[in-house]
């Protein structure tokens, strides 16, 4: 499973050095949901959502990131 960051209203990944991309092979891809919410905290990440992708879209989620707070959400 990847775990990787998408802004919400630009549909953008956000890379490691915690800028936006259109380029899915430059975003950041961390190891455990605490890595990428620990992330969006250290970088001030707001309207963020993270993606868990399983290889197979109908498998995928997200997860609404807004001021550290959690919401989960239908998938994709």
């Known amino acids: 499973m990847k775990r990787l960051m998408r802004h919400v209203k630009t549909g953008q990944w956000v890379s490691a050095n915690a800028t936006l991309t259109d380029?899915?092979?430059?975003?950041?891809?961390?190891?455990?949901?605490?890595?990428?919410?620990?992330?969006?905290?250290?970088?001030?990440?707001h309207d963020v959502e993270i993606v868990l992708r399983f290889g197979d879209p109908r498998y995928d989620s997200t997860i609404y990131v807004s001021d550290t707070v959690l919401v989960s959400r239908t998938p994709v």
């Open 23 to 45: 380029d899915l092979q430059a975003a950041l891809e961390t190891e455990t949901l605490s890595q990428a919410l620990e992330f969006c905290q250290k970088h001030k990440l």
